[in-house]
């Protein structure tokens, strides 16, 4: 099945990354979709849909609904990303983390990962007060129209984010055209200012701003935002009063990763005071509550400080 598929591009095996392409076409548990809404949202031929579903189905990756002539995820890829999340206490430490911000800003903050051409919030907080931003756990946001992913495609080396971008043109053109033209821009403002604004691009109404971090966990870089009502913070705003806290906020969560290598699923909860260095100079902010696992965190680097093969720099 799918012989031709197998050559491969390079070392990639165009049918292992056709599955997963069709699997990311379901977002969020309830999502139901027949192979012709799937071929269109991958680009793929109804065929080769066909046969990607159907092995996908026999694997309990997805589950196919006779009534509907759809499919939805099944209990197996359930089963494993749950089990991935289990446990995890570094995700209730940067819970905390942005908490702490979203009750001072009326937004939602988040801490995403990145998929392909999209980010994926896999935690977040928001104020009860928030307005106009309700994204949650699970959450896909494109690269190309927020400050996220224009924070993560400036932290990257310069070789890989052309790469990337290059991808995208060919893939998701529209988010492409909006991007290339702010990345060089993006890069020189991260390099001098350790975060990336993006005012309008997502919503006309919602101003980004956001922190990228290296995870050693992931090999990539990760990514801390916030989305505000532009109504309430214009650019200037978001420069003098959210890109502080929301500094602060990445260097207590890139010290969290670092120091997290190894020991992301301890359980233990014995909580002290931490005392997190600022990115660009000695200050000591003193953290309300942490435990043993932030105790071990380290001031991490600046992304200008920062070069290797693996994207960062």
Excluded at 228 to 243: C, G, I, P, Y
Aim: charged share 25%; with cysteine; hydrophobic share 40%.
């Amino acid at each position: 099945m799918l012989a031709g598929d197998l050559a491969g591009e390079g070392d990639v095996i165009q049918v292992v990354s056709r599955a997963f392409d069709v699997l990311r076409c379901f977002e969020g548990h309830e999502a139901r979709l027949g192979n012709l809404e799937i071929s269109n949202r991958c680009g793929l031929p109804r065929s080769t849909v066909s046969r990607l579903t159907h092995t996908l189905t026999r694997m309990g990756q997805l589950v196919y609904l006779p009534r509907d002539q759809k499919y939805r995820i099944g209990p197996s890829a359930v089963a494993m990303s749950t089990s991935m999340m289990k446990g995890l206490q570094l995700r209730n430490l940067i819970r905390l983390r942005l908490q702490d911000i979203a009750e001072q800003l009326p937004g939602t903050v988040g801490f995403v990962i990145p998929d392909r051409f999209h980010l994926v919030y896999l935690e977040y907080a928001r104020a009860a007060n928030a307005l106009g931003l309700h994204e949650t756990t699970g959450s896909r946001i494109a690269m190309g129209t927020t400050a996220a992913g224009h924070a993560y495609t400036a932290a990257l080396a310069p070789e890989v984010g052309d790469a990337l971008l290059n991808e995208m043109e060919r893939e998701a053109p529209e988010a492409a055209r909006v991007l290339r033209p702010r990345i060089e821009n993006n890069r020189r403002f991260l390099r001098e200012h350790g975060y990336v604004v993006a005012c309008g691009l997502w919503s006309p109404h919602i101003n980004g701003l956001a922190v990228p971090l290296w995870s050693p966990q992931y090999q990539t870089f990760v990514v801390v935002t916030i989305g505000l009502l532009s109504a309430m913070f214009d650019e200037k705003r978001l420069h003098k009063e959210v890109a502080p806290p929301m500094i602060e906020l990445g260097v207590a969560v890139g010290g969290l990763l670092k120091g997290a290598e190894g020991d992301i699923f301890n359980n233990r909860l014995d909580r002290k005071p931490l005392p997190v260095r600022t990115g660009n100079n000695d200050t000591v902010i003193k953290t309300e509550e942490t435990n043993d696992l932030e105790a071990r965190t380290r001031r991490t680097r600046s992304p200008r400080s920062v070069r290797a093969r693996d994207g960062r720099r």
